[in-house]
């Protein structure tokens, strides 16, 4: 019978992470979280695996902490208890980032200045 760990971290190795740390973050993490990707740690109670996009590229790198979304440049330190862990904006607007269509919804003119619609000399 497998025992399964009992904290389960999933890291997103992607292309929005990988170039938000150079890709440095998934060594961060497997040295935050003492284990390598793709094994469980010694004692058997933390594991990593890595995937393919958790739907936090805006922000990432980013990565499961059980069920719990975590990203940011210091995504290492969050899952380390180094930094206070979030999911969304690096710099706490997660609204902002998080929902733009809902934000933007019923904003005319948002767009004032710039092009308007019906302007034709805009669009040449
Ligand atoms: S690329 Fe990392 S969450 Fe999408």
Redesign the pocket.
């Known amino acids: 019978m497998v025992k399964l760990a009992t904290r389960r971290a999933a890291a ?9 740390r150079g890709g440095r973050h998934l060594a961060e993490v497997e040295r935050a979280l003492g284990v390598t990707a793709g094994t469980v740690d010694a004692a058997g109670s933390t594991s990593l695996q890595t ?12 990565a499961l902490d059980g069920t719990l979304p975590r ?1 940011a440049p210091d995504l290492a330190d969050q899952l380390a208890g180094r930094a206070e862990p979030r999911a969304g904006h690096p710099r706490g607007r997660h609204d902002r980032h998080a929902r733009p269509a809902r934000r933007h919804r019923g904003r005319a003119g948002r767009l004032g200045g710039v092009a308007r619609s019906g302007d034709r000399t805009a669009a040449r």
């Open positions: 997103s190795t992607a292309t929005a992470c990988f170039a938000a995937v393919h996009c958790l739907g936090y590229c805006y922000t990432g790198p980013a990203t």
